[in-house]
T-cell receptor, first 112, second 115 residues
Framework: DAKTTQPNSMESNEEEPVHLPCNHS???????IHWYRQLPSQGPEYVIH???SNVNNRMASLAIAEDRKSSTLILHRATLRDAAVYYC?????????????FGGGTRLMVKP | NAGVTQTPKFRILKIGQSMTLQCTQD?????MYWYRQDPGMGLKLIYY???????DKGEVPNGYNVSRSTTEDFPLRLELAAPSQTSVYFC??????????????FGPGTRLLVL
């Protein structure tokens, strides 16, 4: 699977929107873009995923650049409970084992 | 549904001891995974299984063994514990995928300290 690049850390104020960027310049046409997050002392949890179009769910929105070489996870109103490490992961469509390769992620700190 | 459960939550081992980390899922998922996470790092895949009786190595399999005799259970065995195996171990499961992107569901983790 292709590699992703994320900032090591970001800060946000509570109740403000947060935009978490991810660069994936070597993405192939059939790679899915997944986002997981890991709250302190917990296992990762799924946030959202997309292929080409922007996606929304109850947790977040995913904005995918037209050339697919970057994407942005958007938390519309950050809460203290959103403080976590956010992982952007590319998963090849022909990944028969549905395996995920985790990088270092972005540590999001939310200030009250 | 309990989801993915792992036992024990925490364990201290002496060098050379062996142990089995247990993982059970009640979602009837075909795929199961073991990851390890060292402090401040992302997760690394140790072993995975696409169904009962089928297992395969991930990125960091040395020092570990797995078996998958049932759909529900996927135990991870450490035969001769070494300090380098001090880590947090996460088990995960996923539905079968037919080319779609399926979610992985993670357990709460087992914290292992080898002294």
């Amino acid at each position: 699977d292709a590699k992703t690049t994320q900032p090591n850390s970001m800060e946000s104020n509570e109740e403000e929107p947060v935009h978490l960027p991810c660069n994936h310049s070597t993405i192939s046409g059939t790679d899915y873009i997944h986002w997981y997050r890991q709250l302190p002392s917990q296992g990762p949890e799924y946030v959202i995923h997309g292929l080409t179009s922007n996606v929304n769910n109850r947790m977040a929105s995913l904005a995918i650049a037209e050339d697919r070489k970057s994407s942005t996870l958007i938390l519309h109103r950050a809460t203290l409970r959103d403080a976590a490490v956010y992982y952007c992961i590319l998963r090849a469509r022909n990944n028969a084992g549905n395996m995920l390769t985790f990088g270092g992620g972005t540590r999001l700190m939310v200030k009250p | 549904n309990a989801g993915v459960t792992q036992t024990p939550k925490f364990r201290i081992l002496k060098i050379g001891q062996s142990m089995t980390l247990q993982c059970t899922q009640d979602m009837n998922h075909n795929y199961m995974y073991w990851y390890r996470q060292d402090p401040g790092m992302g997760l690394k895949l140790i072993y995975y299984s696409v169904g009962a009786g089928i297992t395969d190595k991930g990125e960091v399999p040395n020092g570990y063994n797995v078996s998958r005799s049932t759909t529900e259970d996927f135990p991870l065995r450490l035969e001769l514990a070494a300090p380098s195996q001090t880590s947090v171990y996460f088990c995960a499961s996923s539905p079968w995928t037919s080319g779609r992107a399926e979610t992985q569901y993670f357990g709460p983790g087992t914290r292992l300290l080898v002294l």
